[in-house]
């Protein structure tokens, strides 16, 4: 492929592990999720709300800053208090590797 005025930074190809999970929680509210292992972005993974189209490269780190989820994925507090335990348990702590 030629484009010359292109100036890629990366270009790579990988194989990457997808977990895809639907869930209510106890508020009845729907998550439809994928959920991506890479080698990339420092172990922390990617994770796409379905419904909303809306996706973060989600660490430990990030599951502790106030009011992440709420921004990331346009949720309310109580929508986020329900998510984030889950995602503790998927997204796990992250590796810096070099």
Do not use: C, W
């Not at 292992?37 to 172990?43: A, D, K, Q």
């Amino acid at each position: 492929m030629l484009l010359p005025d292109y100036d890629f930074m990366s270009d790579m190809t990988e194989d990457t592990s997808t977990r895809f999970v639907t869930f209510i929680t106890p508020n009845y509210k729907r998550f439809d999720l994928a959920i991506m292992s890479t080698s990339r972005f420092y172990g922390k993974k990617l994770v796409t709300d379905l419904q909303s189209g809306r996706t973060a490269i989600m660490g430990q780190d990030d599951l502790e800053q106030e009011g992440y989820l709420e921004h990331v994925f346009k949720l309310t507090e109580e929508e986020a208090g329900d998510l984030s335990p889950f995602l503790e348990l998927v997204v796990g702590s992250v590796n810096f590797t070099d």
